[in-house]
């Protein structure tokens, strides 16, 4: 409820657009960086991406602290990627059975940025949205089924409490000697079963309340709306915003020579 009042009260332009014009946006621009491995589209869409972070209300810092597995989890593809890629180009690394050439860096960097410059837009998305006039947009706007709609939100307001429930399930399996003792290999298999565990409680709670929501008459019939899901001229910027990104990304990889479509390889 603290985040939901904290987005509601904001002035941030991008907490104002319509929920489905910033998804429009974004698919825009992962589509276009879904077609390109090459490093030049992805830089000049992952600094609008930036410059666009102010305008939702968010610093990096909050970027940090909301989107590190997926930074990480880009740069550790990016490294992969360079020292397994294809060689060409002076030789810059060669340990054994590791080799980097400029060829297979410039690959892995094209990875690297497209991977964080794919995950960026989401966590905007995310960070800017608040999760009812989500559930209002698809329901009003994008007439979708009531269960789905009330699962999505169900979902998206219990993802504030994963991390206490990480915490409590970590707390009960310590209480049964799970995961407080062993080995590397078993500390690993203790936290992925705590994951498993935090997942199957997730998808539990989301199903239940969204099963008491519509129970309860959220999701029977004609309804009426206590906020109308509305279209203004802000959503017509963002939609071109995010087309503009993408052309801008696609223009710029043409004209440096880089655009490489993915199914057609190096």
């Given amino acids: 409820m603290r985040q939901e009042l904290n987005l509601r009260g904001s002035q941030a332009l991008l907490t104002r657009a319509n929920p489905l ?21 992805a830089s000049v869409a992952l600094v609008f991406e930036l410059l666009l972070f102010p305008l939702a209300g968010l610093t990096l810092a ?38 980097m050439s400029e060829g297979s860096l410039e690959t892995g960097a094209g990875f690297f940025l497209r991977g964080l410059a794919i995950a960026l837009p989401a966590v905007l998305l995310m960070s800017c949205t608040d999760p009812t006039d989500l559930a209002d947009a698809l329901a009003q706007k994008a007439r979708l089924p009531h269960r789905f709609v009330l699962g999505t939100l169900a979902a998206m307001r219990l993802v ?21 003792r062993g080995s590397v290999p078993q500390r690993i298999k203790a936290t992925l079963g705590q994951s498993f565990g935090l997942l199957v409680q997730a998808i539990r709670r989301a199903s239940r309340l969204a099963v008491t929501m519509e129970a309860r008459g959220f999701g029977g019939g004609q309804r009426t709306w206590a906020r109308v899901s509305t279209y203004s001229v802000l959503d017509v910027w963002v939609v071109a915003g995010g087309l503009l990104i993408a052309a801008a990304a696609v223009t710029a990889a043409v004209s440096a020579g880089t655009w490489n479509m993915v199914w057609l390889g190096e």
Wanted: aromatic share 10%.
């Fill in 62 to 99: 909050l970027l940090w602290q909301r989107g590190w597995p997926l930074i990480i989890a880009a740069a550790i593809g990016g490294w992969s990627t360079s020292i397994l890629a294809a060689d060409s180009g002076r030789t810059l690394l060669d340990v054994g059975i590791w080799t």
């Fill in 160 to 180: 504030g409490l994963m991390a206490e429930e990480w915490q409590t399930i970590g707390m009960a399996r310590r209480a049964r000697g799970v995961g407080s």
């Fill in 21 to 41: 014009s910033k998804f429009a946006a974004v698919f825009l621009i992962t589509l276009v960086l879904a077609l390109s491995i090459d490093w030049v589209s």
